[in-house]
């Protein structure tokens, strides 16, 4: 499996996320980069999660069917259902289908790992797709993946 590398111009590998990207700013979804797509992918997908959450893993975005040749997301990604490339977001924890930034309660750090994968083909999912749903249609068909890990507190 290729190793993708993902990266933000808003925040560097296990540092804060900024609190534009968070609950307690503008709750936009930041900017994300990567690079090392393997040849023959077909789509992309764009998890973030909170493994830290007392409930156990929240999941805070999904957005699947990124077309392949994208390199990456520009900041503040629209928070609608279908985006014009065709990309679809899924149903986060916060049961929205948009991004969700970090929204931890009061205390220690949270990490953020924001996953991408690179897939050989498009998920042909029935609206709103969950993360099992995802991660159901993903199983055999990922050719690449990578993760970019952020903190937040409050």
């Not at 503008?26 to 997908?45: D, M, Y």
């Not at 929205?96 to 790992?113: A, D, I, L, S």
Request: net charge neutral; glycine share 12%; aromatic share 10%.
């Amino acid at each position: 499996m290729a190793q993708i590398d993902v990266t933000s111009a808003a925040f560097r590998a296990g540092e804060r996320i900024p609190a534009d990207y968070a609950c307690t700013g503008k709750n936009e979804s930041p900017p994300l980069s990567w690079q090392g797509v393997p040849f023959g992918a077909r789509s992309i997908t764009v998890i973030c999660e909170d493994p830290d959450a007392p409930s156990g893993i929240f999941v805070h975005w999904i957005l699947y069917n990124i077309p392949p040749g994208m390199n990456g997301l520009d900041r503040g990604v629209p928070k609608k259902p279908v985006l014009p490339d065709g990309s679809a977001h899924g149903l986060n924890d916060f049961g929205k289908m948009e991004y969700g930034g970090p929204c931890p309660p009061p205390g220690k750090p949270h990490r953020y790992v924001f996953w991408v994968f690179a897939l050989d083909a498009p998920l042909a999912l029935r609206s709103p797709a969950t993360r099992k749903g995802v991660t159901a249609a993903m199983t055999g068909h990922i050719l690449g993946q990578g993760e970019l890990v952020g903190i937040f507190s409050r």
